[in-house]
């Protein structure tokens, strides 16, 4: 596209899977990965196995690809606060462990403002207390290829567990 202005925003809400099919869906993004961020650096790359042991302060993540002239980061921090709870701590669901926190990792100081800002609006608005982190990106370890598009290779809309 010749006016295209691409940008990174990057959030862990639980289980990676869900944010991926929700965010690859808002017009203007351009493509998501899942990874993992927000722990050690210390290896070449981190395997989901590594992370599910809950010892490399990993979170599962989507990394979200977009079009700012289409779609607004405000936009994307919205949908992020709106699918998933941010008050519980270190889970969503029944995925319990620090890999499945809340939290938004910034590429720049803007987003950073942007984030804390969305998060005070909403804190006003919500009983329990916000949990979610706000941190400066850091190197994202793309998750193995059978985590990419996970749901959307199935035909699911969702992996939720009804109890």
Known sequence: MKNMKEEIACFAMGCFWTPQLIFGK???VIKTEVGYMGGEEKKENYTYEDVLTDKTGHAEVVRVFYDSNIAD????????????????MNRQGPDVGTQYRTAIFYYSEEQ?????KSKIELQKHTKGKIVTEIAKAGKFYKAEDYHQNYLKK?????CHINY
């Open 154 to 158: 199935r035909g699911l809309e969702s």
């Open 112 to 116: 950073k403002k942007k984030a804390e």
């Open 26 to 28: 808002i017009s203007g």
């Open 73 to 88: 980061y405000n936009q994307l921090l919205d949908i992020f606060w709106k699918n998933h709870d941010p008050t519980q």
